[in-house]
């Protein structure tokens, strides 16, 4: 059986509407280009499309057999890490949830 890559999706809920733009407009395009370098692939960032919700949906994956939380303590004492977050105030992230997620065997996105 082939390794498939360690998907996780990610709920972040911020704590304003300006939050919420600039954390889109501003700290995800950097993001996503940083957390690349340390092996993590995000496949999507979404902003949730309910009423009166504030909320950003990312989906990332790990290399096939990685251990994902090796993975993100090795980011987050990066200085990736910390020039990601420098102009963003993590207190504006009121929530975050993460989700280990597995494919079905037909699920097209491995």
């Given amino acids: 059986m082939r390794k498939t890559a360690v998907m996780e999706l990610h709920t972040y809920t911020l704590a304003s509407d300006d939050a919420l733009r600039r954390y889109t407009t501003h700290f995800w395009p950097r993001h996503i280009q940083s957390l690349r370098k340390h092996g993590i692939t995000v496949h999507g960032v979404w902003i949730d499309g ?60 491995e």
Avoid: K, M, N, W
């Fill in 50 to 109: 309910g009423a009166d919700t504030r909320r950003v949906i990312a989906l990332v994956s790990y290399p096939p057999g990685s251990d994902p939380a090796r993975i993100v303590e090795i980011y987050r004492s990066s200085c990736d890490f910390a020039e990601d977050h420098a102009d963003f105030d993590g207190d504006l992230i009121t929530s975050a949830q993460t989700a280990r997620i597995e494919p079905i065997p037909s699920s097209p996105l």
